[in-house]
């Protein structure tokens, strides 16, 4: 993603990305003129078990502690969401993955009245969780486009909520 904003920033527009804290990592910087800001979500930052080294799903499967960030992950990513939306304007608003990221922008996106996007990157949407089907079609109803990675996404997407807007943008890597 570093290199899709960094596009971004060389094409003029200002760049904020909002991401979980990793230990050792600055909580605020600036890398190739991208606004990168971090959301401690547990405590000591030696504990946040559930992001990176695999991702989210990987590390709830096979780690307890990740299972037991999960509460306080989503409760940090949501302050952190709320507080940006409420002190900044932002002209659009563009999460990855439905759940959680998609669901805080779907609650706090109307915040700053910037528009909603979302990316399907496919685990979040090839599940057969009821709670996360409907939380789905919740954030689906909300984005003003829903970007898939393939096309079996966008037709998942759809089967989720046929009046989404989907627009297939193929991941792409660094030439």
């Known amino acids: 993603m570093l290199a899709v904003n960094r596009e971004l920033v060389g094409l003029g ?3 904020t990305a909002l991401l979980p804290h990793a230990e050792g990592a600055d909580v605020s910087e600036i890398v190739d003129g991208v606004h990168i800001e971090r959301f401690r ?37 949501a302050s952190a969401v709320a507080r940006m939306a409420a002190s900044k304007r932002y002209d659009l608003i563009h999460c990855h993955w439905l759940i959680t990221s998609g669901l805080m922008g779907a609650f706090f996106a109307g915040i700053g009245k910037a528009p909603l996007v979302v990316t399907a990157h496919g685990s979040d949407v090839f ?20 970007t898939v990675n393939s096309q079996r996404s966008g037709e998942k997407v759809s089967r989720i909520n046929p009046s989404a807007r989907i627009v ?8």
């Open 168 to 175: 297939p943008v193929p991941m792409g890597v660094y030439p």
């Open 13 to 15: 527009h200002q760049v």
């Open 41 to 77: 979500y547990f405590f000591p930052a030696s504990l946040q078990r559930l992001c990176y080294n695999g991702g989210i799903l990987p590390n709830l499967r096979r780690s307890w502690w990740a299972r037991f960030n999960l509460p306080f992950f989503v409760l940090a990513q």
């Open 127 to 146: 599940t057969e969780n009821s709670l996360f089907k409907t939380l789905d079609r919740f954030v689906l109803g909300r984005c003003c486009a829903c």
